[in-house]
């Protein structure tokens, strides 16, 4: 037999996948997961069904959530990510040799698992000695948390289930507390294409907040559309103003300075929906 | 019951949109070509059961393969189209005041029955009195031609059928015959993602013909990965010399300056496969 994997990416697209095999599944307290191993693609995350991580391309999501938010800062010393238990932020955010400590906040706690057990190569930074991984959820992190982070990464699913709570203004709000005072955070805010009106409630949301707001994107194939938007917000570094000639040498297969450049310069469409 | 059409983009990945209503089906003497209405966007032209424009998302492609190249040309007066029957490009090099002729070569007059028929906001151009239509070989038009185009699109679609001839180094030699003293062309040259091998070769095949070599990218949601390359081969201009603060200002909804200048900055394992 012929198996695929189907991800409905809206109720009128749908992107499927060929199977090798599956390897995992199960229900845990906040979603189902699956794991299984693809042809194209290597192995494949899916959280409620849909597509949260691919041996293949996982390295632009994973980079481009963070080289551009910790080169903006000039010196991040300690580093949050919210979700992202897969430990692909992780991975990144210690590439950074100014980084003294990344704590991870997942709520889930069947996601780092699973990610040992099937992602070592993208769960390699959870056992790393710079790294404390936290069970339990962001947004109480974040709320108990004032000044303490320098970049806070915000590596949620799309806004279901547990993660509605991580777009929302009060979200926003907390974060600016959490931050140190030239601290910047950076958010997945899904695509141009498919999610147009969240894009704009997101950006509108996050200048009530913080005054320097900014939109890029990265290509990434199992993603809907292929277009992904990532939001940074910032108390005072602005990152169209960074020199990426300054920039460190970072091992990567995405980012480089002139991808960090190139991300910022929107579509017409796209940047209509920043202002 | 629910329809769906299912584009298998490579033997192991597959894209399907729901479908309103299949409107058209024939056996071009070149090509199977179907068009259907799609929910999410709008109608959809296949050939061969490949996506080739849809009217919610051709803006990108149309805007991304024209512009880049008309505004690296200081001038472009005389401008050629191969394939490309749907009209898309022709619409948009018509944005140019400088042209004063463009010349659509496409092999399959049902295309551009087709695009008449079901796609009038894209082949609104093939009227227009600047427009001259061939319906002929597009390999032959441009052997049998010299010193005659500031700049050709390459609209081709992959290379199967009768688009072989279009990815083959004695063309990229016709071409440079074909062009005036500071002429350039344009391709379309698939996805970095699934298609490396062909970008690598068409990079090496255009750079042992013309002097100037550059691959850019852009979003299609529609297309295989959702990043497609185009390359722009030049005798004389190179687009990253190019001032964008000189641009006309386009009538547009993804090209920008700034989009100009950010589509030339390739992510690294896309950079690679230039050198």
């Keep these: 037999m012929q198996l695929w994997v189907t991800e409905p990416q809206t109720s009128d697209v749908a992107l499927s996948f060929k199977v090798v095999s599956t390897?995992?599944?199960e229900q845990t307290p906040y979603q189902r997961l699956d794991v299984v191993e693809t042809e194209r693609f290597g192995k494949l995350l899916l959280l409620d069904g849909m597509v949260q991580t691919t041996e293949r391309d996982e390295f632009v999501?994973?980079?481009?959530i963070t080289h551009p938010a910790l080169l903006t800062h000039p010196c991040p010393r300690r580093v949050a990510v919210?979700?992202?238990g897969d430990g692909g932020a992780v991975r990144e955010v210690l590439k950074h040799d100014t980084v003294e400590r990344v704590t991870l906040v997942e709520i889930d706690e069947k996601v780092i698992a699973a990610a040992r057990r099937f992602f070592?190569?993208?769960?390699?930074?959870?056992?790393n000695p710079r790294t404390t991984v936290l069970v339990e959820d962001g947004i109480r992190h974040i709320r108990e948390t004032k000044g303490a982070y320098d970049v806070v990464l915000i590596d949620s699913t799309e806004p279901v289930g547990a993660a509605v709570?991580?777009?929302?203004?009060?979200?926003?709000?907390?974060?600016?507390?959490?931050?140190?005072?030239?601290?910047l955070i950076v958010a997945q805010t899904e695509s141009p294409f498919y999610n147009a009106d969240l894009?704009?409630?997101?950006?509108?949301?996050?200048?009530?907040?913080?005054?320097?707001?900014?939109?890029?994107l990265a290509f990434i194939p199992t993603y809907p559309s292929g277009m992904w938007s990532f939001t940074i917000a910032s108390k005072v570094h602005d990152p169209l103003q960074v020199d990426p000639g300054r920039f460190p040498d970072l091992s990567t297969r995405y980012f480089?300075?002139?991808?960090?450049?190139?991300?910022?310069?929107?579509?017409?469409?796209?940047?209509?929906?920043?202002?």
Aim: proline content about 5%; charged content about 20%; aromatic content about 14%.
């Design 165 to 183: 709570g991580l777009f929302s203004q009060s979200f926003y709000e907390s974060l600016y507390e959490a931050l140190t005072d030239d601290g």
């Design 23 to 25: 390897l995992h599944s």
């Design 199 to 216: 894009i704009r409630d997101t950006n509108r949301a996050l200048r009530a907040v913080f005054p320097l707001v900014r939109l890029y």
């Design 256 to 275: 480089t300075p002139a991808v960090f450049r190139g991300a910022f310069c929107l579509p017409r469409f796209v940047e209509e929906l920043t202002v």
């Design 82 to 84: 919210i979700g992202g």
């Design 61 to 64: 999501y994973h980079e481009m």
């Design 120 to 127: 070592p190569s993208i769960s390699s930074g959870l056992d």
